[in-house]
C-alpha cells in the first residue's frame, strides 16, 4: 500500500503507476477531479494527526509529494509514530536535507525529481495494452485528437469492422470501432518528452539568457523547470536563484552524475570554447545551448545519425510547440526507416542532395532560433569539428540529443 500526500501533478503521476495507493489532498476541487478520475481520495490536512489514525499507516510507503518542506516535515513528525515501512519526501530546499535525515525521510533531492525518481524505484512502467469500445456514450462522433488517454498513453490502431485503420488525429470515431490504446515509458517522449528540466548556471553574466529559454521551454511543455548554480560557495539545486557565482564543470559534474535518468532536458549557456564542452553529459542528457531567444520560431533539425528516432522525436515535439521546422536528411535512405515519424504539418522534410556538409552550413547560415543534432554524428559524414565550431559561433540556440 501507497499513501500520497498531495494530489499536483506529481502525485496524481505517481498514483496512476503505482495503482493501489490512498491519496491525502486538502483542496475540495482537485479531490473531486481525482475522485472522478477512479482515485482513492482522502479530503483532508494531512497536518492533523487524527487523519493518520484512520489511515492504514502502518506497514506502508508514505509519499510526501507536496511542495512544502515545512510541512513535509511536520507530517513525517507524527508519521513516525504510526510506523510506515517507508517515508519519502521531495526536498524542495538543501537546507532542511538535515532535518529530513534526523527524521529517517528518504529524501529525493535537486528539486522535484521525486516523479522520475520514485517512478524508477518504485513502480518501473511496464508496456501496457488495452482495448476501448466506442459507443454513442463515450467517443462516438469525436475526432480521435480530442479523446484523452491519459499520460505516457497514445491510440496505434483503430479496428473498424474487421479493418485496421490508422490512427489519425483527425479519424472520426463510430459506434463500434475498437480503439488499441498503448502505454509505457516508451510513448512518454512523443507526447511530452520533458517533466522535469534543469538550468545549469556557470556564469552569472549568462543567467538572463538560460533562464529565459528555460521558462519559456518549461511553459510550453507544462514542465518543472529547477536551477542548478552556486551560491554562497555551495553548489545547489533550487526553484530560485536570488544569488549566482561562477561554477567551475567539475562542479557541477558532480551533482549531475546523479541526476541521470531523473532529468529530462538540460539547458545552459553555450560555450565559448570547445575545451568546455564535456562529451559524457551530451550523451547521458538532452542539452540545450542558450544563446537568449525569446521563442523558437523557426527550426532546423539536422538528422545526422543512423539512429533518427530521437532528433525526430524532439523535431516534432519542437515544432508542435512553438514553429516549423525544417528536417533535413543527409541520407536518403534514412527515410526509409521513419516514415511515420514524420508525418506532421510543422514539419517540413528535405533531403541533402549534394553535399551534405555544404548543405548544412546553407541551412545553419539562414539564422534559425534553434537547431537541433544528434551527437552521435553518425550519418552524413559531418567532421566533427565543424559542428562543434558551429555550436560554439552561431547564433541559434543548438539542442544537442543523443
Wanted: hydrophobic fraction near 40%.
Amino acid at each position: 500500500m501507497h499513501i500520497i500526500v498531495g494530489g499536483g501533478r506529481v502525485g496524481r503521476q505517481l498514483a496512476e503507476r503505482l495503482g493501489d495507493v490512498i491519496i491525502v489532498e486538502k483542496d475540495r476541487r482537485t479531490a473531486e477531479e481525482l475522485e472522478n478520475l477512479g482515485f482513492s481520495v482522502v479530503l483532508e490536512d494531512a497536518t492533523n494527526r487524527h487523519l493518520w489514525e484512520e489511515l492504514p499507516v502502518e506497514g506502508s510507503t508514505v509519499i510526501l509529494a507536496t511542495n512544502d518542506d515545512e510541512v513535509n516535515l511536520r507530517i513525517a513528525g507524527i508519521l513516525k509514530e504510526f510506523e510506515p515501512s517507508d517515508i519519502i519526501a521531495r526536498i524542495e530546499s538543501e537546507e532542511y536535507s538535515k532535518e529530513y535525515l534526523n527524521l529517517g525521510v528518504r529524501g529525493i533531492s535537486c528539486g522535484k525529481t521525486i516523479a522520475s525518481e520514485l517512478l524508477s524505484e518504485i513502480a518501473e512502467s511496464r508496456r501496457r495494452y488495452f482495448e476501448i469500445r466506442v459507443s454513442q456514450d463515450n467517443f462516438a462522433g469525436k475526432r480521435l485528437a480530442d479523446i484523452d488517454t491519459g499520460d505516457n498513453c497514445t491510440a496505434i490502431l483503430v479496428f473498424r469492422e474487421g479493418k485496421i485503420l490508422r490512427p489519425h488525429p483527425d479519424l472520426v470515431l463510430e459506434t463500434g470501432d475498437l480503439i488499441g490504446i498503448l502505454c509505457g515509458r516508451e510513448i512518454k517522449k512523443t507526447k511530452n518528452p520533458f517533466d522535469e528540466i534543469l538550468a545549469i548556471i556557470r556564469h552569472p553574466e549568462k543567467f538572463e539568457a538560460v533562464m529565459r529559454e528555460a521558462r519559456i521551454i518549461a511553459d510550453r511543455f507544462e514542465a518543472d523547470l529547477l536551477i542548478l548554480h552556486k551560491e554562497d560557495g555551495k553548489v545547489m539545486c533550487s526553484l530560485s536563484a536570488p544569488r549566482v557565482e561562477y561554477m567551475s564543470i567539475g562542479e557541477a559534474m558532480e551533482l549531475l552524475i546523479d541526476l541521470e535518468d531523473k532529468v529530462d532536458l538540460i539547458v545552459t549557456e553555450s560555450p565559448a570554447k570547445k575545451i568546455e564542452i564535456r562529451m559524457d553529459v551530451f550523451r547521458k542528457f538532452p542539452v540545450l545551448l542558450a544563446k537568449g531567444k525569446e521563442s523558437y520560431d523557426s527550426i532546423l533539425a539536422v538528422v545526422n545519425t543512423e539512429t533518427p528516432e530521437e532528433v525526430l522525436t524532439y523535431a516534432t515535439s519542437f515544432a508542435n510547440r512553438f514553429g516549423k521546422c525544417v528536417v533535413l536528411f543527409l541520407d536518403r535512405e534514412q527515410l526509409k526507416s521513419v516514415p511515420s515519424a514524420i508525418e506532421s504539418p510543422t514539419v517540413e522534410v528535405r533531403t541533402a542532395e549534394f553535399n551534405p556538409l555544404i548543405e548544412v552550413v546553407r541551412e545553419v547560415r539562414k539564422g534559425y532560433d534553434l537547431i537541433i543534432f544528434s551527437i552521435s554524428n553518425s550519418a552524413g559524414n559531418l567532421d566533427a569539428e565543424f559542428l562543434w565550431k558551429f555550436i560554439i559561433d552561431t547564433e541559434s540556440s543548438v539542442l544537442v540529443v543523443r
